[in-house]
DNA sequence: CCTTGACCTGGAGTTAACTCCAGCTGTTAT
DNA sequence: ATAACAGCTGGAGTTAACTCCAGGTCAAGG
């Protein structure tokens, strides 16, 4: 797959894919004879695990630590595995919140249309004026 | 209440506090005879709404047109209303895809000495090509 | 052959949302 | 009454995460 297919398959920027890629985050994608590079399955299934955990706000950073500790072999599964817990932990808790938020946007909106019906009887009692 | 106090209460540093109100999306809080602040409960409310608005991802300049709206008084209700419903929905999404997100995490950690490993040891392959 | 268009690179610029600072004032504890 | 605190203001600085750009290569179509 080339960068343009891979940037409309995810709905990221091709700017964005070689950025990811300078930062380490993605590894240095295959070229073909001229260059262009060459993405593989496996490089568009690790570009949609890091998209999830980017978009459950975890940090460009903490990925890159991440991805430092897959190069460092397997003494450091351990604290991978804890890692991942602890962002597992982190998204339950926000999920909660959103919830929370949601059940306050959810009063926000039966507010008015409590108050839009008053509001249009003002407007009618305007016109009577 | 006082600035710290409030700041202490929702978490977020008096800067903050000052900042919000600075660019209008907190009204000018009043001062006690010294020229300090002092937080009504109205004011607390509105700082919260704010707050679970902007953890749920609205920004602040979304947050600025819909104080501007109300501003502008009934004439804009439909127009908020519409807003708020807007954000309801993304927000519905926004859950759904945390949730998803959150599925995946969990399938990693539970198979993380069955198939994650294997799998990024061939990632990690790939790279040193 | 020449133009067009996608891709390349290294580096600079942008944006949102804070966060910090210097220099000041009023309040409180010793 | 003096030193240590909060708080105040306008303005500058910071950070994360992109996003854009100039100047260049390469393959294909008319």
Redesign the interface.
């Known amino acids: 797959m080339i960068i343009s297919e891979v940037s409309e398959k995810f709905g990221i920027s091709p700017d964005t894919l070689r950025y990811y890629e300078r930062i380490g985050l993605i ?2 994608i ?1 070229r073909n004879k001229s260059g262009l590079r060459e993405y ?1 399955e ?2 568009c299934h ?1 570009i949609q ?1 890091i998209l ?2 980017r ?2 706000g975890m940090s460009i950073e903490l990925l890159l630590e991440y991805v430092k500790m ?2 460092q072999g ?1 003494e450091t ?1 351990q604290t ?2 804890e890692l ?2 602890e ?2 932990n982190q ?2 808790a ?2 909660e ?6 059940a ?3 009063g ?2 039966e507010n ?2 409590k ?2 019906v008053p ?1 249009e009887k ?2 009618k009692k305007q016109k009577n004026k």
């Open positions: 590894p240095p295959n593989t496996q490089d690790w695990v999830f955990m978009d459950a897959v190069h397997d599964m991978r595995k991942l817990i962002q597992r998204l339950v926000r999920i919140e959103l919830q929370k938020t949601l306050l946007l959810n926000k909106i008015y249309e108050s839009v509001n003002k407007l």
